[in-house]
């Protein structure tokens, strides 16, 4: 079987981490022909836009890619990418397994966490209003009226829709996966007890969802409260369900607990698409460096494999990443035990020392 996916290598560190990534897919036998498009910051200079007509009618035709990190500019610019893509393509669920591999170091050992993030509404649904504007003027007048809640003048506002239809399918998608991968339970993370019309809808919708799978424990948790107990117990959860926001934030808080960024992989899946990227994004800092740790994306990888039914060659791949972590030798900078260890390997030899493994 041959497989035509789109490949997006992104900006910043994207590039160099993706064609190391492509490299060890293609060292596993399977046949792929890369689409290769751009976005991000090659774009804005090549076609005026980041995200060019292009790259999303590429991922709607091939149905599958592998991306790169994309960089945002703060406060300003272009709204990001990652979330236009996420939309376009209703990618409505963010899978982002955390899992403690040997020879990482990191404060706990056996984490198995996987988090599923709702990826379309929330805070991050795009719907701002910047300060000063007459429109957000006139929603300050409006909201002020109708809720008998004075707001100030001089405020920008962000939205918080969440639906009952958006979170159906996000739960569902978790107990799905749950029951694929033979997981034993779910949390439903909120702060229902503040938002009671957006996160109070969330969890009423997912206590309904949770009656469709009775094999599967249930619980919920306050997104406050599960922080601290994700860092002192973290073995005590599985399965988490997330509305957008929380969801980006505990990503990186359970990729600190299996030893960072590097080591976190994710997909954005839909039902007729899936873009598989890492949690981390574009660290302009090290771009062209050959520095940053490739593991994360060729995780990603090994995910991607797995949603193509390729189980044999993504198991084979992430037992020789797993080897590589393992044995801590050829590994970039962040795996080592301090920071300028001279040891540490470029992102092109770690990717080597992963096809080397594999080809043994
Ligand atoms: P970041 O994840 O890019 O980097 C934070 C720090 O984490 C880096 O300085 C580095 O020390 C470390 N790090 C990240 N990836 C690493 C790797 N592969 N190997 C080793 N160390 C690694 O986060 P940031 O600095 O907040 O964001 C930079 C840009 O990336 C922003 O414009 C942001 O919007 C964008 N971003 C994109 C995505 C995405 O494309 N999906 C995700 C997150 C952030």
């Keep these: 079987m041959s497989y035509t996916i789109t490949l997006i290598p992104g900006d910043g560190i994207g590039p160099e981490i993706a064609e190391v990534t492509k ?31 292009e790259v ?37 669920a963010c899978l982002r397994p955390c899992k403690s591999y040997e020879g990482v170091a990191s404060p706990f050992k056996g984490i198995d966490l996987v988090l599923v993030r709702e990826n379309t509404e929330d805070l991050y649904a795009g719907i701002e209003f910047r300060k000063g504007e007459a429109v957000t003027a006139e929603l300050i007048d409006y909201l002020s009226k109708k809720s008998q809640r004075k707001i100030r003048e001089d405020s920008g506002i962000s939205i918080k829709p969440i639906s009952i239809s958006g979170t159906q399918k996000i739960v569902r998608f978790a107990f799905e996966y749950a029951k694929a991968n033979r997981r034993k339970k779910v949390t439903a993370v909120h702060k229902a007890n503040i938002m009671k ?17 009775p094999e599967v424990q249930f619980e919920d948790r306050i997104v406050d409260n599960l922080s601290m107990q994700l860092v002192m117990r973290p073995h005590e959860y599985d399965v988490l369900v997330l509305p957008n926001l929380y969801g980006d934030i505990l990503s990186d808080l359970c990729a600190g607990l299996v030893g960072g960024l590097g080591v976190a992989p994710g997909g954005n899946i839909g ?3 899936a873009v598989f990227e890492a949690t981390h994004g574009s660290a302009p800092k090290y771009k062209g460096m050959n520095k940053v740790n490739p593991a994360a994306l060729i995780l990603s990888g090994v995910m991607m494999l797995r949603y193509l039914g390729e189980k044999e060659a993504a198991d084979r791949l992430e037992k020789a990443i797993a080897e590589v972590l393992r044995e801590g030798k050829e590994v970039t900078y962040d795996l080592k035990p301090t920071r300028n260890d001279p040891s540490a390997v470029g992102t092109r030899e770690m990717g080597q020392a992963i096809v080397r493994k594999l080809k043994k």
């Design 271 to 273: 039902e007729t698409a």
């Design 56 to 92: 999303i009618e590429s991922v709607k035709k091939n149905k599958i890619a592998l991306k790169g990190p994309i960089t945002t500019p703060i406060g300003t610019g272009f709204r990001s990418v990652n979330v236009a893509l996420r939309h376009a393509l209703d990618l409505y």
């Design 197 to 213: 019309f957006t996160d109070g809808l969330f969890l009423e919708v997912a206590r309904q969802v949770a009656q469709e799978y």
């Design 23 to 53: 490299e060890c897919i293609e060292s596993t036998g399977v046949k792929i022909t890369w689409e290769e498009k751009t976005a991000g910051e090659a774009a804005i200079e090549k076609y005026g836009t980041p995200l060019p007509d």
